[in-house]
Every structure is written in C-alpha cells, then in structure tokens.
C-alpha cells in the first residue's frame, strides 16, 4: 500500500507494550502491506508495527538476501514459546540509523504466532541465525524493548549512538542477562552480522 515514516529511537511510543490484534480487520491487512512495503523500500530484515506508528502485535521479517530467496513472515500475536543457547551478535534496527552494536541473544528460538489469514503456525530458528536473532529484536519491539537495551557493553553502545547523534543508552531499560553473557563467555565468540 504505502511506504511509511519509521519511528526514530527517543519517541515514547517504542518504549510502549503494544496490543493484541483482536480481528484480522482490513485495517490489520493494510498495516502488514505497510509493513513490508516499508521493509523492502528501506532493505531491513525485520520491522514491527509500533515503528511504523502503529502499537499492535504485528511484525514481519524477510531475511531472504535476494528476489530469489525472498521469504516473507508475517507474525500476528506472536508468542515465544522456547529459548535455548546464547550467542553475540552485532545488530542493527531501522529506528536507529546506521548505529550497530553487539548485543546478547539466544540461539534458538520457537515461536508461534497467527498467520495474515488468522492461522496459528509454529516456527523454530536456531544456530543463532539471522531468522532467530530478527525474530527476536522484532518480538521486544512489541515489548517496548529495544536492541540496545541488550548490549553487552554499554560504554561502545553509546560512543555508536553518539556518533550518529542518538540518545545514550537509557540504564533504566538495561536488561539484567547473566545467564546469556556467561554463557556467551563460556563460549568462543560468534562475531556475526
Ligand atoms: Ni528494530
């Protein structure tokens, strides 16, 4: 339908749990064509509603790298059903241009979720692949949490941010993941992008 405006880091609105989508209405079928119309338009793998304006339950992800492998995801409602193994990653967001940092994530990931048409699916990604990281970042953005909220040091997430002249990191939303940076040290690292 239409490219959209993409909520930049510091509007309250991504900060805010969004809503579950009670019907499949038209206008819920209209926000997901936005969606990937604005996902295609800005070549991201990911984007959630609530950067587009919009704080309902809906992401999309396509982490196909070419019109090839094009693999478009639609996730309504979605629930994380497992987590398993932890893994660095570096990684980025549309409402953040261009800052990277490397942040905790698990390496696997079973989620379900409704499909466009309303019908349940289930999904598995694992080896801390792209698809498991982006579903992730998109599920928080859903929480109201945000990539950077994960980083592993604070101090290079906000010489990044600064440089592309972002807010610092916010403490406040700093995710306490013990468990996840042990396990990340225990392990060599991944430097993935
Ligand atoms: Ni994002």
């Known amino acids: 339908m239409s490219v959209?405006?993409?909520v930049k880091y510091g509007?309250?609105?991504?900060?805010?749990?969004?809503?579950?989508?009670h019907k499949i209405s038209k206008k819920v079928q209209i926000l997901v064509e936005d969606l990937y119309d604005t996902l295609y338009a800005l070549n991201g793998v990911g984007l959630a509603a609530p950067q587009i304006g919009e704080n309902l339950r809906v992401f999309v992800?396509?982490?196909?790298?070419d019109p090839k492998t094009m693999n478009p995801i639609t996730f309504i409602n979605p629930k994380i059903l497992k987590k398993e193994g932890a893994v660095n990653s570096y990684e980025g967001c549309l409402s953040f241009p261009e800052a990277y940092?490397?942040?905790r994530r698990y390496k696997y990931v079973k989620i379900k979720a409704l499909d466009i048409k309303g019908r349940p699916f289930i999904l598995e990604a694992d080896e801390g692949s792209l698809l498991a990281r982006c579903i992730q970042h998109e599920f928080d953005h859903l929480?109201?949490?945000?990539?950077?909220?994960?980083?592993?040091?604070?101090?290079?997430a906000d010489k990044v941010l600064t440089e592309k002249g972002?807010?610092?990191v916010n403490a406040d939303f700093l995710l306490d993941e013990k468990?996840?940076?042990?396990?990340?040290q225990n392990n060599p690292p991944q430097e993935e992008k």
């Open 166 to 168: 972002l807010d610092p």
């Open 4 to 6: 959209k405006k993409i």
């Open 143 to 156: 929480e109201g949490v945000l990539f950077i909220d994960h980083c592993r040091n604070r101090f290079e």
């Open 11 to 21: 509007a309250s609105s991504l900060r805010v749990k969004s809503k579950e989508v």
């Open 101 to 103: 940092t490397n942040v």
């Open 61 to 65: 992800v396509d982490v196909g790298t």
């Open 179 to 184: 468990e996840l940076e042990e396990q990340i």
